[in-house]
């Protein structure tokens, strides 16, 4: 499974790390990739994500989703 979504906040590599970290907690994912410049993540799993899960574990790190499909 591929899920995308914006996350307007990101600026930095630090800011890669600390999503890729947060999201690479959750059991079925196999692989996150964060975009810098597009303020894009990335997303492949074994399974469908948890959006609200995701939404609310990004806005524990202080990062918003704004946008996914």
């Known amino acids: 499974m591929e899920t995308k979504f914006t996350v307007p906040e990101i600026s930095c590599g630090h800011c ?3 999503i890729e970290t947060a999201i690479n907690t959750i ?9 810098i410049d ?11 994500i948890d959006m609200e ?3 609310n574990l990004l806005d524990e790190q202080g ?7």
């Open 63 to 69: 990062y918003t989703v704004v946008e996914s499909n």
């Open 16 to 18: 890669k790390d600390t």
């Open 53 to 55: 899960f995701v939404t």
């Open 27 to 35: 059991e079925s994912v196999k692989k996150v990739s964060v975009n």
């Open 38 to 48: 597009e303020k894009l993540v990335e997303i492949s799993s074994t399974n469908t």
